[in-house]
């Protein structure tokens, strides 16, 4: 397996879910007389939570890291002046 397989992995599913609550909703919003059911919207903040907090998740450790990592090359720097 490839290092980042994890991450398409994850976005994938992502985009999948909020494709997947778009068209559920669109499909019962015409199936349904114009109107769309409680259970479509649950699914649908479902999707979208999951969503954001996989790239939420996934925004913050990269920029933590970067911090991180950062920080560590500042002292090195430092150390060898």
Do not use: P, R
Not at 4 to 23: F, P
Not at 25 to 46: I, P, R
Not at 49 to 70: D, P, Q
């Amino acid at each position: 397996m490839k290092a980042n397989t994890k991450e398409w992995i994850q976005y994938g599913s992502a985009v999948v879910l909020i494709m997947s609550g778009v068209v559920l909703t669109f499909l019962c919003f015409f199936l349904n007389h114009y109107e769309v059911k409680d259970s479509v919207l649950w699914y649908v903040a479902q999707c979208l939570v999951y969503s954001g907090s996989i790239y939420g998740v996934s925004m913050f450790i990269h920029t933590k890291f970067g911090e991180v990592k950062s920080y560590i090359d500042d002292a090195l720097q430092n150390q060898k002046k």
